[in-house]
């Protein structure tokens, strides 16, 4: 079974930066992992889409709430997703799920689309 598992969230002042990253494993039964993205969702609402990339040609698409701010990018040989947070503001606080799909043909910012999820890495912004 694919295991997602996300790691570099924390505290930080406004207008700082992080990277979160999620590695992927249990892929060696030759399942692709097409589409990934990352998703957050902060207490009391919905999860949202914050990015997401086509593995192929990475193709990304960004949520419009984020300014331009992030940027997400990946790492095939570590089989490694990450998203780069810039110019954080406190809205941006809430928990970070990595997401994957082995053949979703487009970067999409729906949660329901997704197959395979980590467990969360919490970002606070204040």
């Known amino acids: 079974d694919v295991q997602l598992v996300e790691s570099g969230g924390g505290s930080v002042q406004a207008g700082g930066s992080l990277k979160l990253s999620c590695a992927a494993s249990?892929?060696?039964?030759?399942?692709?992992?097409?589409?990934r993205a990352w998703f957050r969702q902060a207490p009391g609402k919905e999860r949202e889409g914050v990015a997401a990339?086509?593995?192929?040609?990475?193709?990304?698409v960004y949520s419009d709430s984020e300014e331009g701010r992030f940027t997400i990018s990946r790492d095939s040989a570590k089989n490694t997703l990450y998203l780069q947070m810039n110019s954080l503001k406190p809205e941006d606080t809430a928990m970070y799920y990595c997401?994957?799909?082995?053949?979703?043909?487009?970067?999409?910012?729906?949660?329901?689309?997704?197959?395979?999820w980590g467990q969360g890495t919490q970002v606070t912004v204040s």
């Open positions: 997401a994957a799909h082995q053949r979703l043909p487009n970067p999409i910012l729906t949660a329901s689309w997704y197959n395979y």
């Open positions: 249990g892929t060696g039964d030759g399942s692709e992992l097409k589409c």
């Open positions: 990339i086509y593995t192929l040609d990475e193709r990304a």
